[in-house]
């Protein structure tokens, strides 16, 4: 009777286990609007793909597979938003996929931040990492700043780096700023607590996995962070009436296993208001 029991339990748990391995092959396309209720005649938008937590020793999304889901949607620019990989030998298995996302030809470019993961690296096998992404047109900015202009009016995107590992310095990365729409890309969303004199339009992170297993919750992120305690793990949130967003990533960290979350690739669309206020800087 208890080889009986013990063989029902065992079937039982293999049959959670592939389910929570195919969550990962579910991969969600999220379609968000900044403030919709801006018209889009007066204000041109930004077109976003967001791309966060590839975590590439355990993604279960191939580079084809990641271009047929993208292939359609125009797109002005790539945001990648850290967490690549944490192991120097994944580093040629991210090729692949930056010449799949150079295919799309984005018609701004394509910029990145690191996250915590990829800091795990050794100094020279991430300065391997960061040659690779910017030989393939990637820019990483490292609390760094770049003005384009998008329809005649200038978006600053401001790459802050890491929070959790404290490499965030938002002086710098605001340093000399001009006047314009302001969109931050950072990996930790954490960040955006401590952002209440620095001015975005929007801001774009990852690092949480909306949860990766979130059963019932994922009360195994309280320990990263202010906002995992306050419940904010994913999706769209407001702080000091500024958006930002937190995506659930691509790739797992750990096991590739989800439960309660999904895969995400994320296009946005960034209105470019007309009358932007002067950017404010720390004083």
Known sequence: ????????????????IKKSYQNTKDVQINEITVNKHLSPEQNPSLSILQLSDLHLENISISPEELYQKIINQP?????????FLDRSWTIPKLIPYLEVL????AR???YAVLGNHDYVLKKKNLDKL???????NCKVLRNQNETILVHGRPVNIIGV???????SDLTASYANLSDGTNLVLTHDPNVVLNMKDYHFDYLLSGHLHGGQICYPKAYHLVKMGKLPRMNIIKGMHMIDGKPYYISEGLGQTGVNI????RPEITFHKLPLISNTKQSQQAI
């Open 1 to 16: 009777m208890k080889f009986l029991f013990m063989i029902l339990v065992l079937s039982i748990l293999f049959k959670l």
């Open 75 to 83: 797109i002005d620019i790539i945001a990648l938003t850290g967490d």
């Open 102 to 105: 150079n295919k799309i030809n």
């Open 108 to 110: 701004y470019g394509m």
């Open 130 to 136: 960061i040659q690779t992404l910017e030989d393939h």
């Open 161 to 167: 780096d890491d929070f959790s590992t404290k490499r």
């Open 258 to 261: 989800r439960v309660g979350s």
